[in-house]
T-cell receptor
Framework: QQQVKQSPQSLIVQKGGISIINCAYE??????FPWYQQFPGKGPALLIA?????SEKKEGRFTISFNKSAKQFSLHIMDSQPGDSATYFC???????????FGPGTRLSVLP | DGGITQSPKYLFRKEGQNVTLSCEQN?????MYWYRQDPGQGLRLIYY???????QKGDIAEGYSVSREKKESFPLTVTSAQKNPTAFYLC????????????FGNGTRLTVT
């Protein structure tokens, strides 16, 4: 129940295309869903996050879509750029004092 | 600039030796965490601390130890009891309140031969 599943494991997209990464969870106590971006040799950095009281959140080219009934959420990267090439992790937390559960990551490659 | 500093960036040790990884934060965050990352895998929680002088085991604490004597510091010791210590180690902090994100350092890559 604590697991967060993430797909695909790797993704190759042409420059200008849309990158879509999907995550699913089981624990209905999760109430905070961040996405992290990690470049090689660096620590993950918070990209965007959502709470289950909204179905979508957009920040620039990055959008989180959230489906509470299906217990799924996804990251959409519009107009993907080579600089977006990184590993993306979804995560979930049940709230205060609780720890994050991370998905296994998606390695995104955006071809020029 | 506020942030998390991990040192050293690369660390090499012989099998059987204990080694301590440093983590310092100046974000005034209450909570600090240690994660392990292996190639192609997600982040696995080793230890975490919500307040000074208190810490809890995470999912893979065996072979590791920590201390939290100061709010800004959370060193991790990889002991000789850790069977497969070669990995990328990430330290993180957060305000500890509900829905506060994790802030990560840039990691220490430990190689044990």
């Amino acid at each position: 129940q604590q697991q967060v599943k993430q797909s695909p494991q790797s993704l190759i997209v042409q420059k200008g295309g849309i990158s879509i990464i999907n995550c699913a969870y089981e624990n209905t106590a999760f109430d905070y869903f961040p996405w992290y971006q990690q470049f090689p040799g660096k620590g993950p950095a918070l990209l965007i996050a959502i709470r289950p009281d909204v179905s979508e959140k957009k920040e620039g080219r990055f959008t989180i879509s959230f489906n509470k009934s299906a217990k799924q959420f996804s990251l959409h990267i519009m107009d993907s750029q080579p600089g977006d090439s990184a590993t993306y992790f979804c995560a979930a937390s049940p709230g205060y004092g609780q720890n994050f559960v991370f998905g296994p990551g998606t390695r995104l490659s955006v071809l020029p | 600039d506020g942030g998390i500093t991990q040192s050293p960036k690369y660390l090499f040790r012989k099998e059987g030796q204990n080694v301590t990884l440093s983590c310092e934060q100046n974000l005034n965050h209450d909570a600090m965490y240690w994660y392990r990352q292996d190639p192609g895998q997600g982040l696995r929680l080793i230890y975490y601390s919500q307040i000074v002088n208190d810490f809890q085991k995470g999912d893979i604490a065996e072979g590791y130890s920590v201390s939290r004597e100061k709010k800004e510091s959370f060193p991790l010791t990889v002991t000789s009891a850790q069977k497969n210590p070669t990995a990328f180690y990430l330290c993180a902090s957060s305000r500890g309140a509900g829905n506060s994100p994790l802030h990560f350092g840039n990691g220490t890559r430990l190689t044990v031969t």
